[in-house]
């Protein structure tokens, strides 16, 4: 009897977490804040930003925040 409790409960986990994956939606094109910040590349969790007046290009990742790209050298990826 445990072993079909147990059986029953693992696949409703993987039912569960199979389903929960679904398509993000993309966010690239027409997506500006304030004119000032326009998406470049991306989707709802993770996406590049470009500053249209600077040309200074930033990551914005949902639980992180936003972080300035960076040349391999250290300096400001730009335009």
Same mark, same amino acid.
Do not use: Q, R
């Given at each position: 009897? $445990? $072993?079909n409790i147990s059986g029953i409960l693992l696949v409703l986990i993987i039912l569960a977490t199979l389903s %929960?994956? +679904? %398509?993000v939606p993309q966010?690239? /094109? #027409?997506t500006q804040i304030n004119g000032v910040l326009e998406c470049i590349n991306g989707n709802d969790i993770?996406? #590049?930003w470009r500053d249209t #007046?600077? +040309?200074?290009?930033?990551?914005f990742c949902? %639980? /992180?925040g936003l972080e300035v790209r960076l040349n391999a050298d /250290?300096?400001?990826?730009t335009d």
């Open positions: 009897m $445990k $072993k %929960a994956c +679904g %398509a966010t690239t /094109g #027409e993770c996406s #590049e #007046e600077t +040309g200074v290009h930033y990551f949902y %639980a /992180g /250290g300096t400001l990826y």
